[in-house]
């Protein structure tokens, strides 16, 4: 039954908030921060690593550059970050990269930004979650066969906690993001504290390629600052997420706008903080990346070593690493729903996409990007390692093509005098000073975030990439595609022009298949007899057995057959919908075309929802055959099978 | 649309054959044999194995016990194959051990027969599948981390050729069986050449339980008889399927029950030839099982040793080895589905899988074997080993059961005087000689396979036996579950004391739900008001602008609202299908309870089967939720999208 469905839905998902509620569903800073930052500050367990991985490709030596390369990354996301502030602030009713190219820089970049953004987010779930389980396994090798279940049951626990709603979420997930961001602090501390005393002993020496390469063999200047190029693109990845902020705008509590610019600038603050902070350890610490341990956890063993205490340190970075890296697939589930939800306003995503569900979140973009995650999961067993090539891509064309579209409006808002205004097809600008630099920033933005674009398709297309490079066009044009159909249903649903006497005409004719007769089809032939005189009951006989019982059966009861024809088909296969669809196409199409003809369908439902498998489906396989002709109209006339 | 999904399905089933040609279909006693005997015939690749790995338990010298145990299995598999042809021949309408024990025994019995066979054609599939999977993947190690789904793809194909029709599928793997049969028949032939000399050399020796144990230690006279009892119950390994034939009497060419009996008897000597051959030629080679390599292996390889073109022979037995333990599985899709309809027929299982599909086989019952028998392989990671120790315990439950019954139904025909006839409930048994030794015969075999039964539940409990203990009464309680339903559904139906004034009103009032107003739900309103002069649109409003753009709007076209109620109703959540179904509840049993209301659903339907899913599904989720009221008939006037 429906109701005891509902009763289930309810226990899971939690009683529905009415529309009036979706004020105080808003995010408070605390919450939002966790909510949104959890996997740019995540990427801190990584980010660090993953330049000097590709440093040590050049020589160990090479490593002296980990803290300038890291000081330019930080540099790129305080760009990047300024470009986002501007964003949120002239686009208040949020949607980022999208909303920005759209309003800047047409239709197609707009679609490029948001289907490059939609793959990136479905990869931010996968790679978390398989991270995050490849940690688990890591600790306990017996579990590791089964990983991609668990990583399904990850992917299931955090849909059913987005599904319960904004507020609720964001509680249970600050938690862990503030223990995580509290413990990796402390640590730098004492790490720099520690240090102190090895200051003096760092001086600096020119370097020259040729002496870097620790293996003995020289290699070109070429190599060489191409092997940079990758550190600086690898470090990137410490950007993954800071624009999530941007498309979640209205999640936040009045003023919307300042308290998520506000947010924006913490979260650089801390993001920055934890990933300058752990270069600059490590790299005073002289630690070098190997297999068997990551350099964050090499870093808190050697700051915490001796301390007293220090072994409770290093376990608490250790446990909230694993838990942030499976909480940063959260970001995904905030910015995946939110940024389908503007497509599919916009007509370029089923619309069902748009709506909110009983707790104002969108369900449709959540269960969606629960299914496609768990796809990519199952495809690549749970391996990240497989995955990481494909990320980031799509990041990197969002924040080049979006930093491009504030280049745009910054150049037309320079145009304004004190006192007027713009508007721009979604927004409203206002005078303001300072446009030059502003715009100087975006557009230094823009080229760098392309820059690294073009690098990390160069670098990993092979492993990848090109997955990616695929997929986004397709996406595209699957958008369009959309946008084209609701086009054309708008068109020919339009009431412009409507004539009532275009209407059809009902023909006079009620057509009710029956395979015997019983209650249930007494009651739609009496239903049919009140509709029009010319009912005809249609019955298909594959045997002369049948054919005579029928009959039989027919003359037996003249108060409810008198005045209904009796049509009797012999069929030769056991497929009795097609002659049945047969008949009533050539009724419709030849007997009475241009006019509706009505179909009577006897449906027997057991009361028990779980019963309902046992019956035929006859009624609901006819009544999707004959969905496709326009002019048969379908009655369900049913009768509950009451249990005893 | 579902034309071309139709279209779809002829290409890959095959164009539809007419019942008439179901005789054509049947099968010639060379397909027969290859259809049903698979399954016992691909045993000899493991029986011998399956007794020797027990005895070498006891140590190196028990195996000369092999031979002796394989010609008791032997003697066990005649007396069964005895039993099957009586059976076969007694009731020529098919259905084996589930007709026999219901006609013999009663219904408990009967449905536990069926429950038994029906778990272990499942596991006919998983195991043969899994088994075949690995045979591959041990050729290509590369292949192993695919063994799910490799197996579930050759579930796909296996299910596929299925469906095609039982003569196609007949002789598909006629060839693989018989190119089998007749390479180990050749390599035992040449074995037993080669052998001839060595016959001198062996004399029997009195063996004592001490002299056995070959490490030493001496083992007890009941651990001793314990592990023979086991090695015997393993090599009842060799009977499962043989039981195939005598569900499938129908599928034969007329006269059926002979040519059945017939082809029991040939796969019978067939299946015993391979057996004993193959175990006396491993005994006199003196050949140990080990875990690299199979026994039929080592024969194959020690017999073709250093023969001209022998490497041709070993070849083409490994190949054919690999292939006929996939075939096996063929043996699962002809007897579930069988056996499933007949359990559907006497009402124990759904309707749907007693019909017959467009290619004459039980479409029903091959799709759901498939379903759980991948399932299955999922559930053990396609790991057969972990699988045996469900198998075979309900074909041991299954022919002791039907022996039973025929030992019962030969004391009846003891009985009767030449020219008598006995009518039981599904056959007719005339008067017959020697019913005496015959039911002897009968109750032997009974008695022996229930101590085998006995003895695979004790070996296997705590490896996985449990589960077919538990799985088959909780078969038996949803199949005595589904028939009560029927029974209920049929006298809730039936117009017995039929009286037409219990036949509900029809009341005048015709409900239009609309979410707009276009050329869809006018028709609608249309349709609505020539059905009735009592005519309510209704509409749920979620805002204030949403309610003022309706009321326009309906003000707008006055030709189409006139003498319609636009009911407005205000609701605060987003789910509006519950106000609407609180509504239509409310008209139809508190406005005009004990009568049929008539609901009007508005749906247009894109022409595009694809672009279906791009359109909110209300009405069809409306139309779920109303299907569980009785007195509301639902109406859908389609309104077709067509495309560009």
Known sequence: MSISLHNVKRKLIGEPFPNHLEIHERLDKMRALAVFASDPISSNAYAT??????????????????????????????????????????????????????DNLGETPSLFAGAALLTDYILTVSVSVAAGIRAITSAQPALRPYAIPLALLAILILTWINLRGVRESGTIFAIPTYLFVVGVLLTVFIGLIRITGFFGASHPVPITPEEIASNGQTITTFLFIWLLLRAFAAGTTALTGIE????????????????????????GVIAMSLFIGITFVVSQLHLIPNESESILSQMTRTVTNGLPGGIVLYYWVQIFTMLILILAANTGYQDFPRLSSFLAKDGYLPRWMQNRGDRLVYNGGIVTLAIIASLVIIVFRADEIAMLPLYALGVMLSFSLSQFGMFKLMGRIAHLKP????????????????????????GVGSAVTFVVLLIL?????????????????????????????????????????????QLRDIANIAIVPISDIHRGTSRALRYACRLSDHVEAVYISTSEESKKRIQEKWAKYPELTQGVHLHIIDYEYRDILTPLEAYIAYIAEEVYPGSLITVVIPEFVPERFSARFLHNQTATLLRLRLKSHDNVVIIDVPYLIREA
Do not use: C
């Open 419 to 442: 006192g007027e205004t713009l508007k721009t097809h979604v927004t409203t600008i206002h005078y303001e000073k300072g446009t030059r630099w502003k715009r100087a920033l975006n």
């Open 49 to 102: 690593e993953a330049i000097m991985s590709v440093l040590l490709l050049i020589g160990a030596g090479a490593l002296r550059f980990t803290l300038p390369l890291a000081l330019a990354v930080a540099g790129l996301v305080l760009l990047v970050i300024f470009s986002y502030i501007q964003t949120i602030l002239h686009y208040p009713d949020g949607g980022g990269a999208y909303t920005v190219t759209k």
């Open 457 to 501: 398709i160069a670098t990993k297309f092979v492993e990848g990439a090109w997955i990616i490079i695929l997929a986004v066009p397709l996406l595209v044009f699957a958008f369009r595609t959309i946008k084209h159909h609701y086009n054309h249903v708008a068109k020919d649903l339009s009431m412009q022009n409507f004539d009532p006497s």
């Open 244 to 267: 999530a902020i941007s498309n979640g705008v209205q999640a936040f509590k009045p003023p919307e706008a300042k308290n998520a610019a506000k947010t924006m600038v913490i979260m």
